[in-house]
T-cell receptor, first 111, second 113 residues
């Protein structure tokens, strides 16, 4: 069974702090996606990483795909209250159209 | 370009009833996937449709079913509702051949009393 484990589950920090969220698996994924979800809304795609070792930056967010394509991380620099939300990593399962999701990291950034 | 739309946004039903949820994908997207999201289990895959055919199905009972129309719009149906079916039901669409990158709708919040 393909699983994605995210850590930490909860994170509460002050505005301006840095943080890293991890997404790990024992399985190889052809790509991994990161989503952010706000309460009562659907997940919004942030990035897709495809190549082992790839690093992508989106303003203050840096995403990295592990060399073996089994893990990924999301680093946020100088977090702001607008970064608050549920961060989810996902990878396509063995069948098309079936994304496997981690349980998510609930981030709260306090002003 | 309009995003994925889902209707209704909220539903309240009682046990034993059935419900139909609707999803309109992004224009040009032909693959539609459905997920159930609960606090305990997170997002779990229900099924995926492409060109009116169900290609893949998750590990849910037969009470959960779906279909896709020729314009790629999709519906899912849950019969004989149980309390545990209370969840946020999310629909996502993707380009053909790029099913790993999915775009989600806002979801339908189903409450079963």
């Amino acid at each position: 069974t393909q699983l994605l484990e995210q850590s930490p589950q909860f994170l509460s920090i002050q505005e301006g702090e840095n943080l890293t969220v991890y997404c790990n698996s024992s399985s190889v994924f052809s790509s991994l996606q990161w989503y952010r979800q706000e309460p009562g809304e659907g997940p919004v795609l942030l990035v897709t990483v495809v190549t082992g070792g790839e690093v992508k930056k989106l303003k203050r967010l840096t995403f990295q795909f592990g060399d073996a394509r089994k893990d990924s991380s999301l680093h946020i620099t100088a977090a702001q209250p607008g970064d608050t939300g549920l961060y989810l990593c996902a990878g396509e399962g063995r069948s098309q159209g079936n994304l496997i999701f981690g349980k998510g990291t609930k981030l709260s950034v306090k002003p | 370009k309009a995003g994925v739309t889902q209707t209704p946004r909220y539903l309240i039903k009682t046990r034993g009833q059935q419900v139909t949820l609707s999803c309109s994908p992004i224009s040009g997207h032909r693959s539609v996937s459905w997920y159930q999201q609960t606090p305990g289990q997170g997002l779990q895959f229900l099924f995926e449709y492409f060109s009116e055919t169900q290609r893949n199905k998750g590990n849910f009972p037969g009470r959960f079913s779906g279909r896709q129309f020729s314009n790629s719009r999709s519906e899912m149906n849950v019969s004989t509702l149980e309390l545990g079916d209370s969840a946020l039901y999310l629909c996502a669409s993707s380009w053909p051949g790029l099913t790993d990158t999915q775009y989600f709708g806002p979801g339908t919040r189903l409450t079963v009393l």
